[in-house]
């Protein structure tokens, strides 16, 4: 069970399935300063823990996924966005690193997205950094920037072109749309979509799934989709050559061998 449940972020291991979850449920989750930081130290603590391989983002209920960032403590002055935080405004850090969208795209862990309610601003960044989106049939995805006086200002106007081209990313964008779950499903920007009360069922489901997989080559495989996304194909299946190189020489590789030859579930160490 998580540490204490009245957390900002909540984080739980079990078996081998890290699940990260925003806990502002009365905010809808939105984001505030301090959820960043503690976002970002949950992110980095499953990317380096052995026993993890798989992590779920998600929200806590009824505040559905990630209502953005806290625009309420912004316009207070004490939020994200009012100048003197280093989250915005006139006191804004130039600083991307450690902000919990970077983090999520350079972690080599497996990342679900258990879409159980709307996912609007930054939550939407969110939900696309991540691998795999898990939807529930009522969720849905608000690209409302535009409509803030502000710009996908986490991953979005990176994720969207690539996810679902430019012309569709520029409408989606544009005219700050609100996209509906068979609409994301159309689109493609998400992998599955499921009854509400089923979605973090699905994605516990399909997370183990991934964690009974050897965990070398799957954090090898995301690795290596992430650097193809800037290479050209003769340096890409070099490096791809290199890393299978590597995993010939795992246990996990003869493993998985074995485990086939004698018609058995392979037992994947990580090693």
């Known amino acids: 069970m998580p540490e204490d449940d009245t957390a900002p972020v909540l984080y739980d291991v079990d078996e081998n399935v890290a699940t990260i979850t925003l806990n502002r449920p009365d905010r809808r989750n939105a984001i505030s300063t301090a959820m960043l930081a503690e976002l970002t130290k949950r992110l980095e603590q499953a990317d380096a823990d052995r026993n993890v391989r798989a992590v779920i983002v998600t929200g ?17 002055g004490t939020g994200i966005g009012s100048g003197g935080d280093g989250g915005g405004g006139g006191g804004m850090s130039l600083q991307t690193r450690h902000l919990p969208t970077t983090v999520l795209f350079e972690i080599d862990k497996p990342v679900i997205a258990a879409i159980n309610g ?19 049939e009522s969720a849905k995805l608000a690209a ?63 997370a183990t799934e991934i964690a009974g997989n050897a965990p070398l080559a799957v954090q090898s495989a995301k690795r290596l989709m992430r650097h193809g996304l800037t290479e050209d194909f003769g340096s890409h299946t070099h490096h791809v050559l290199l890393q299978t190189i590597q995993l010939f020489g795992t246990k996990d590789f003869r493993e998985g061998i074995t485990s086939f030859m004698e018609k058995r579930p392979p037992e994947f160490k990580g090693r």
Do not use: H
């Open 60 to 76: 806590a209920a009824p505040g559905g996924f990630c209502a953005g960032l806290d625009l309420v403590d912004a316009t207070s």
């Open 118 to 136: 709307g996912a609007a601003g930054y939550g939407l960044d969110l939900a696309l950094g991540c691998d795999i989106r898990i939807m529930g």
């Open 144 to 206: 409302a920037f535009t409509k803030r006086g502000v710009v996908p200002e986490s991953g979005g106007t990176w994720y969207l072109p690539r996810l679902v081209g430019w012309a569709k990313a520029a409408e989606i964008i544009y005219l700050g749309r609100t996209l509906l779950a068979d609409d994301a499903d159309r689109l493609g920007l998400v992998n599955a979509v499921v009854p509400d009360d089923q979605v973090i069922k699905t994605a516990r489901a399909w």
